[in-house]
């Protein structure tokens, strides 16, 4: 408990600072023409994959998921740039944004301000459920991870997965292409609403049972922290970078604090 006591005030300090610095003001308004063809094929090209890969039981499971991921990101980056050409794809990114390694520093370290605020709703949460004697399942990422560790390969494998490419992937698909297609439509702000909710309840599993209530709760208040900075950036790799962190640390809580 100490432990998250600390990780609140660093998350505090760093809320000032980036206040006083100016960080929380209103962004300018950018907009990036999502034709609607990209969005579909964006998320059928993803559940596409999953279920082809899927019959592909002779490979396990771990290398089958980063088999995956890497034609998921190939496939995204290729159909994106067919639609928006080199030139949008790279603007959907924010390749072209200046101060891109500190935009990024920037996102590793919004996790010391987002993980406590989510921490601490999530405990909320669970109380509640735990009081009303509710059974609390793990996440499914979490149990993909408890079962790698038995092998140090597979988890090596699901360790670059989770925290290398199913941030990138993640946030391609829900900042760069929905969250971008809503505000062709929306304001910014409830683009970044409904992104959010799409994001949090794209994780839902019924095999979670009544953990997913705890689940979608935290993933939307983080795919908020997310949007809001890829709209206060400029760039989809601050956002990475936050998404990155969360998914790290969540890993190491998972090692070192629940055994």
Not at 62 to 70: A, H, Y
Not at 107 to 133: K, N, T, Y
Not at 224 to 229: I, K
Request: hydrophobic share 60%; glycine share 6%; proline share 5%.
């Amino acid at each position: 408990m100490l432990f998250f006591f600390g990780l609140s005030l660093v998350g505090l300090a760093l809320f000032l600072t980036a206040r006083r610095r100016g960080f929380f003001k209103r962004p300018e308004a950018w907009q990036i023409i999502i034709p609607p063809p990209l969005i579909w094929g964006g998320f059928f090209l993803y559940f596409a994959l999953a279920f082809f890969m899927s019959f592909l039981t002779w490979i396990p499971g771990q290398l089958r998921e980063l088999l995956l991921q890497l034609t998921l990101i190939i496939s995204l980056v290729f159909l994106t740039g067919l639609h928006l050409k080199k030139t949008g794809l790279k603007k959907l990114l924010g390749l072209k944004e200046p101060d891109l390694l500190k935009k990024i520093l920037t996102g590793i370290l919004s996790w010391f301000v987002i993980f406590p605020a989510i921490f601490f709703f999530s405990e909320i949460v669970d109380s509640l459920l735990s009081r009303l004697h509710l059974p609390l399942p793990d996440q499914v990422a979490v149990s993909y991870v408890k079962t790698a560790l038995k092998e140090p390969f597979l988890f090596a494998l699901a360790l670059v997965e989770v925290v290398f490419f199913t941030p990138f992937i993640e946030e391609f698909l829900f900042r760069a292409l929905l969250q971008n297609f809503l505000k062709n439509h929306l304001p910014r702000l409830a683009a970044i609403l409904g992104s959010s909710l799409v994001f949090a309840l794209f994780h839902f599993a019924p095999q979670q049972g009544w953990a997913n209530l705890t689940i979608i709760l935290a993933l939307f208040l983080l795919s908020l922290a997310l949007g809001f900075l890829y709209e206060k950036q400029k760039t989809l790799f601050g956002a990475i970078a936050l998404h990155a962190a969360f998914n790290l640390f969540t890993i190491l809580h998972l090692l070192f604090f629940l055994k």
